[in-house]
Nanobody
Framework: VQLVESGGGLVQPGGSLRLSCAAS????????MSWYRQAPGKERELVAR????????NYADSAKGRFTISRDNAKNAIYLQMNNLKPEDTAVYYC??????????WGQGTQVTVSS
């Protein structure tokens, strides 16, 4: 299993970023996918989740109305469109797949910094 995130960077408050995650090594269309984040000094938290077909999504309260998770099963990829970014969104963002109770895979993460 390999998950490779991209698209992070430095953005001003109110700006937008689109994160991507390229997945390989498993049958992508069989699994729900998630974005997590970890801010300095804080625990990792779930940001958004999308089911295997892309028809159902869930968001953390902090992401609702600003972030949109999507996926393209033909490209084995998921995305996180982040709008109206705030300084508190600064974190490393991770792409995650949970295959069973015993197996959860994380990408290497991509840094998002929101600062003026």
């Amino acid at each position: 299993v390999q998950l490779v995130e991209s698209g992070g960077g430095l953005v001003q408050p109110g700006g937008s970023l689109r994160l991507s995650c390229a997945a390989s090594g498993f049958t992508f269309s069989n699994y729900a996918m998630s974005w997590y984040r970890q801010a300095p000094g804080k625990e990792r938290e779930l940001v958004a989740r999308i089911n295997n077909a892309g028809g159902a999504t869930n968001y953390a309260d902090s992401a609702k109305g600003r972030f949109t998770i999507s996926r393209d099963n033909a490209k084995n990829a998921i995305y996180l469109q982040m709008n109206n970014l705030k300084p508190e969104d600064t974190a490393v963002y991770y792409c995650v797949v949970v295959m069973s109770v015993w197996s959860r895979y994380w990408g290497q993460g991509t840094q998002v910094t929101v600062s003026s």
